[in-house]
């Protein structure tokens, strides 16, 4: 029998108007993968936050290898062999790979005269990153990684405390599937040596891939634990939203119309040439390609968020001029980014104040803001969009990874776009949810309104497009229509064969 590394029993947490865990139990053994799943807001993160020390439960015990645990913070919970790879990242961006990587432990690593020891740091980290096969240097600067890059120096960061205990908080969610790969086979070998893993997934695949036991939770409750080897992915998402949630797709477009949005001659200097693609009324168009295809980049260009130029850019046939993207947002040109945190959201801000933000013109009296329209229109959307929260007055940062998302989503419908692009629209969204963000966008696609989708889940992009333009190393490598749209017909372009 392995040893019991872990039971934490009878947790529960309350926030404000919010019950977010009530009287849960679950069990970790050395060398075990236990899956923790549940839809937006059930409480996996605050569970863990709780056990990585960041928050105090109200209620309950934690036991480590035999011990009970008084109240700790999170360097207690790493000095008690607790790793935790966070959802949302905390890397600090000036500093350098190695310097995040050793972080809170730099006064080890110094010289006899008292300096941080760079090179030590530097190969330790440079080790680390092997693991990976990972292109990134340990003197980079985190601001110059993409999320996925800034994702595994989270991961290296933790998995280098050498922990007996390690969380894994949605790590896939921004990672490309090379990356994922190797993150499964770090995960296996931690496994090997004894190290019990908590993973939290929304993925039913990796759950079933890794997890031995899978522990599922509904609004705060344990629901059950489930052996995964007896269990079916089927079982599992039933008892997660404990009601029938269909995998359909919504009905594609059967109008549509002219051009809304004409790209001519698109360049981003070191990354695309003239580029020419279109967008047509009532249409979604899909962006697909793998991870670094250059998908992000054109679209930044086009809006105005990096440096372009283009031969011309017209909307509704009339050509205009984006310099920065204020310009395109009063174009109606709209970009939902992939990092909430960068250009997304204000996090310590109210979610009623985050989603007028960008649309303040529609709730201005006179030279006031009014507040009640504010409240108000936040309120529908919320409804709308089904997101989990207490009053809109609350802050962002005190909602759960996948209703943040929605905010964001909330944020951008407000301000009307004509054409309206997202980028990774449902990651971190959990299934039932998924199913509201893509009704959504299908009944927001008319007459007035075009959308461009990019995504790195195939499915997604098969599922809701009515074109699919393929790109590959930063050119646009082909396209594909209606009923010609399938897994095989996206890759064959993506890889370029
Ligand atoms: N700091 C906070 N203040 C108030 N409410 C909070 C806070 N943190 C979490 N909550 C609430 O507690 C509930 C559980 O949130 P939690 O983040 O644990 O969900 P989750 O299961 O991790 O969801 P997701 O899949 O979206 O990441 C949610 O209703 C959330 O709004
Ligand atoms: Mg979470």
């Known amino acids: 029998m392995a040893e019991l590394l872990l039971r934490m029993e009878g947790i529960s947490k ?74 949302e990242l905390f890397n600090c961006r000036h500093l350098t790979v190695a310097e995040n990587v050793f972080m809170g432990r730099l006064d080890r690593y110094t010289t006899r005269f008292g300096f941080t020891d760079y090179p030590r740091i530097n190969d330790e980290t440079k080790k680390y990153l092997k693991m990976f096969a990972s292109k990134i240097e340990p003197a980079q600067k985190i601001r110059e990684l993409k999320i996925a890059g800034q994702q595994v120096v989270e991961i290296i960061k933790s998995i280098s405390i050498n922990c007996e205990i390690l969380i894994f908080d949605e790590p896939t969610s921004s990672l490309t599937d090379t990356e994922t790969a190797y993150l499964f086979e770090i995960i296996r070998h931690l496994k090997a040596n004894g190290i019990g893993i908590i993973y939290i997934s929304h993925r039913m695949e990796e759950v079933f891939a890794l997890s031995d036991r899978i522990v599922v939770l509904r609004d705060g409750r344990l629901i059950d634990t489930l052996t995964t080897a007896e269990s079916t992915p089927n079982t599992v998402v039933g008892k997660m ?63 105005g968020l990096i440096k372009s130029e283009t031969k011309r850019v017209a909307i509704n046939g009339q050509t205009v001029t984006i310099k920065n993207y204020s310009d395109a947002i009063k174009n109606g040109l709209v970009y939902l980014s992939e990092d909430r945190k960068l250009l997304g959201l204000f996090l310590k801000m109210m979610v009623k104040q985050n989603i007028s933000a960008t649309n303040l013109k529609s709730i201005r009296k006179q030279i006031f803001l009014n507040v009640g329209k504010e409240s108000k229109i936040a309120e529908n959307y919320v409804s709308k969009l089904n997101i989990k929260l207490h009053t809109v007055d609350q802050r962002v940062n005190a909602l759960s990874g996948g209703n943040q998302q929605k905010i964001m989503v909330a944020k951008w419908l407000n301000t009307n776009p004509r054409v ?8 971190g969204i959990d299934i039932g949810a998924k199913t509201e963000i893509h009704n959504m966008l299908r009944d927001l696609c008319n007459n007035d309104t075009g959308i461009i989708i990019i995504s790195s889940e195939l499915p997604e992009i098969i599922g809701m497009c009515d074109r699919v333009m393929v790109m590959h190393e930063n050119k646009i490598m082909g396209e594909i229509e209606g009923g010609e749209i399938n897994e095989e017909a996206i890759m064959k372009l993506a890889t370029a064969v």
């Open 14 to 87: 309350t926030f404000p108007g919010t019950k977010a865990l009530d009287d849960v139990t679950l069990t970790l053994k050395a060398g075990e993968i236990l899956a923790l799943v549940g839809e937006n807001g059930a409480g996996k993160s605050t569970l863990m936050n709780i056990l990585g020390g960041t928050q105090k439960a109200d209620g309950g015990k934690i036991i480590i290898k035999g011990r009970e645990m008084g109240v700790y913070s999170s360097a207690g919970a790493r000095d008690a062999g607790i790793g935790f790879v966070h959802q």
């Open 241 to 303: 939203v404990g009601r029938n949630i269909s995998d359909f797709y919504p009905q594609k477009s059967s109008g549509i119309g002219e051009n809304i949005l004409e790209v001519e001659g698109l360049t981003v200097q070191g990354l695309c040439r003239d580029l020419n693609f279109t967008l047509r009324r009532g249409e979604i168009l899909g962006l697909a390609g793998l991870v670094g295809a250059g998908r992000t980049e054109v679209i930044c260009g086009l809006c």
């Open 420 to 427: 309206f692009i997202l980028d990774e629209p449902t990651r």
